[in-house]
């Protein structure tokens, strides 16, 4: 079994080095202890140190296993809890203590010492949500993305805990229709500015928020609870502190080799995903997250640098990281054809959501962020010049059967001074909040999966900063107390509305109205489902407008299920209305309805097909 993984890490195909690299507690010639495994082919020589003997960096030298560059050691009377580190005599004569590439656990930063764990946990209850998971094409998903050490703090305590926060997490994401949380990510990294992005530990749980029984404990409950859990994954730079992959045996071994290659734009080094060695490294950290703590979904962060070098279309494709994504991809696939894998790509690279097996890099979803800019420069603008730009809204739908898009307002969005969600928006404090549940409802009732960073729910003011928890206190006030309840009947209308998820990257499943009405700023379009049909109308204009004709295919009544403008959500309507059809043609269709459309408001009705008649003629 080794020898087959080690084969595949050699070739580029491993995607669970992690059984045999690292710390792993056994029992060898009847004595327990732990087996300690890495990869520097060009150290001179290798010593594990640790807590096991008291750091005395003695009698512990590490053998070289084959002549690639495995090197290992068992350690009698080693146990978990215990802390080392790999003392590497360099290629260049220079001796540095290195974390261990694949160590399970880590020392709090500013600390760096590996710590050995047992991965085996024993209170796992989610085999049927692992059983039944899927890449819901067809269902919902409204993705809570979140900083896990941000959301709320714990009184006299700088980090949450994994476990503590549990109970209450989960009952606010199910009370905002929230599907899934997407957590940024949790391996271990040294610097808490970077957010988890600028990565030092890829198979190391952090330990600011407690330990790996502790987040796995946080994972179950969510799947108790019907909740996913996806990560964010970071395959594209890792951090060059000396401590950790940074010429790891003293040549670039998971970096390139020029430096005009290996510089990333983050201050950090690239992973030169040519190798082969490399990429089982990152392949199978992927899979390690999938496997070890049950996530349902990654998410990996840049993948325009993967597919150009730095990300700059200038500069060219970087074939063998295409080839990288595309492996990596098809092999987690083949091993989890559950699990979902998204891609962060603010390229226009054709073909990132479609098979391996077609040409395409086999992701599942992308982040549609031409979507996300195109639509609040739109909603920045004075609604004078707003007709000028009516094609901000409208051209996501031109290209959007491209691939499977995911709409998103992330965290890159309400930070360095860009304003949060509500505040990009023009207008008075009240014309911001009448507009932001109009750019919601459009955001719920445009094809695609959606994401919405914490805090966004609430109609944040402040920017997110990772060291200050959410304004709760926000809830305190009238307005933004009417908007969360109007957020969270948005998700659950969502939810429980088959026509606006199912066969939603199907082109037939949506049709414009009027695409075209740029002097009223109104947009209106039609979401065609295989039972109802939902007609939305969309004002960004201050003006109101009463009885505003929009054609529709089929004559009956139309129901209101959704006005912004409903006094219950910090508005004037007091109820829902519904609209008759006149059989008089509108907007090339051949019935019309009238609908009063409230000043930077919106409004969404339902029509239901009137069943076959059974009477005998």
């Known amino acids: 079994m080794k020898n087959k993984i080690l084969q595949n890490y050699y070739q580029g195909n491993a995607i669970n080095a992690y059984e045999f690299f690292g710390a792993h507690v056994c029992e060898e010639r009847g004595k327990k202890g732990v087996r300690f495994t890495t990869y520097a082919p060009h150290a001179q020589e290798i010593q594990v140190i640790g807590s096991f003997d008291g750091w005395s960096c003695k009698g512990n030298k590490m053998t070289r296993k084959d002549e690639k560059g495995v090197w290992s050691k068992f350690i009698a009377g080693a146990k978990v809890g215990d802390m080392y580190k790999y ?22 930063r500013p600390n760096t010492a ?6 085996n946990y024993k209170k796992w209850s989610d085999d049927k949500w692992i059983a039944q998971r899927n890449r819901n094409f067809d269902k919902p998903m409204n993705i809570y993305e979140m900083h896990l050490g941000s959301w709320k703090k714990e009184e006299g305590q700088e980090w949450v805990n994994y476990r503590s926060i549990a ?8 009370e905002n229709h929230f599907t899934h949380i997407e957590l940024m990510p949790l391996n271990e990294y040294p610097f808490d500015g970077s957010w988890g992005y600028q990565c030092s530990g890829y198979f190391s749980a952090t330990s600011r928020y407690g330990t790996c029984e502790d987040l796995m404990y946080l994972i179950n409950a969510c799947h108790k609870a019907k909740i996913g859990v996806i990560m964010d994954f970071v395959p594209v730079h890792f951090v060059r502190d000396d401590f950790s992959l940074s010429y790891f045996d003293g040549t670039p071994l998971y970096e390139y080799e020029k430096a005009c290659d290996a510089d990333s734009q ?45 990300g700059n279309k200038d500069l060219g494709e970087n074939q063998g990281a295409l080839d990288f994504v595309k492996r990596m991809n098809y092999n987690l696939h083949q091993a989890y054809p559950g699990v979902m894998l998204i891609a962060e790509d603010s390229s226009d690279f054709p073909k990132v959501t479609h098979s391996t097996l077609d040409g395409g890099l086999g992701f599942d979803y992308k982040w549609d962020l031409g979507w996300m800019n195109d639509t609040l420069k739109y909603l920045e603008k004075d609604p004078i010049y707003r007709k000028w730009h009516h094609n901000n809204i409208t051209f996501s739908m031109a290209y959007f059967y491209s691939e499977k898009f995911l709409m998103e307002f992330s965290h890159d969005e309400v930070v360095h001074g860009k304003k949060t969600i509500v505040d990009k928006i023009f207008g008075t404090y009240e014309e911001k909040f009448a507009q932001l549940k109009t750019l919601y409802l459009y955001m719920f009732t445009h094809p695609g999966k959606k994401l919405n960073f914490m805090g966004n729910e609430l109609a944040h003011f402040r920017e997110w900063d990772e060291q200050k928890e959410c304004d709760w206190k926000l809830l305190e ?11 969270a009947k948005l998700g659950e209308l969502y939810c429980k509305t088959p026509t606006l998820y199912e066969k939603e990257y199907d082109w037939e499943s949506f049709e414009w109205i009027d695409a075209d009405n740029a002097d009223e700023n109104l947009f209106s379009y039609m979401r065609k489902g295989e039972k109802k049909n939902y007609i939305v109308i969309l004002n960004f204009s201050p ?18 299920v959704l006005n912004t403008d409903l006094d219950i959500y910090g508005g004037n309507t007091l109820e829902l209305g519904k609209c008759k059809t006149s059989h008089v043609e509108c907007n090339h269709r051949p019935y019309t309805i009238e609908v009063d459309v409230p000043s930077f408001g919106g409004v969404l009705l339902e029509y239901r097909r009137r069943k076959p008649s059974t009477k005998k003629k």
Do not use: C
């Open 114 to 119: 590996s710590i050995v764990v047992d991965l």
């Open 167 to 174: 109970k209450e997490l989960i009952a606010y994401v199910k």
């Open 543 to 560: 003006n109101a407008y009463k009885k505003h004709k929009f054609g529709v295919s089929e004559s009956g009544t139309y129901h209101e």
């Open 477 to 487: 006030y009238p307005t933004h107390d009417s908007f969360h309840k109007y957020f």
């Open 266 to 310: 983050w201050g950090t080094a690239n992973f030169n995903l040519w190798k082969e060695e490399v990429r089982s490294f990152l392949m199978s950290a992927a899979a390690f997250w999938i496997d070890r703590y049950h996530v349902d979904g990654l998410r990996m962060d840049a993948i325009s640098n993967v597919i150009h070098w730095h």
């Open 87 to 108: 003392r590497i005599v360099q290629a260049t004569g220079r001796i540095v203590d290195k974390m261990d590439p694949y160590a399970f656990y880590s020392e709090l």
